[in-house]
């Protein structure tokens, strides 16, 4: 079964950091775009950070200068180093890759989501 699987959440204080990791398995022919979302309680999921297959990252203005995402093709792995975290960063981080999969009628490209994991920034 193809799937994402996120890690490395947790409870940290503010100014602290926190890498989350991400590792797609399964059937996979291939990873596209990868990328970071999160989402706060009572709030929508927005966008943090994404990266292309080619390498190159975009940031939320929130998040600039703070995190940095990666990227090891050879490990599907998709990586965000989380510094200086501040407790608006509070919520469930979320990984998102398109996989390139075989159904039964072919090849296609598909979104998959991963569990999500916790990120909690208190004192």
């Known amino acids: 079964q193809v799937q994402l699987v996120e890690s490395g959440g947790g409870l940290v204080q503010p100014g602290g950091s926190l890498t989350l990791s991400c590792t797609a398995s399964g059937s996979i022919l291939s990873i596209n775009a990868m990328g970071w979302y999160r989402q706060a309680p009572g709030k929508a999921r927005e966008l943090v950070a994404t990266i292309t297959g080619g390498g190159t990252t975009n940031y939320a203005d929130s998040v600039k200068g703070r995190f940095t995402t990666s990227r090891d093709n050879a490990k599907n792995t998709l990586s965000l180093q989380m510094n200086s975290l501040k407790p608006e960063d509070t919520a469930v981080y979320y990984c998102?890759?398109?996989?390139?999969?075989?159904?039964?009628?072919?090849?296609?490209?598909?979104?998959?989501w991963g569990q999500g994991t916790q990120v909690t920034v208190s004192s």
């Open positions: 998102n890759a398109v996989l390139r999969v075989e159904g039964l009628r072919g090849l296609y490209d598909k979104n998959y």
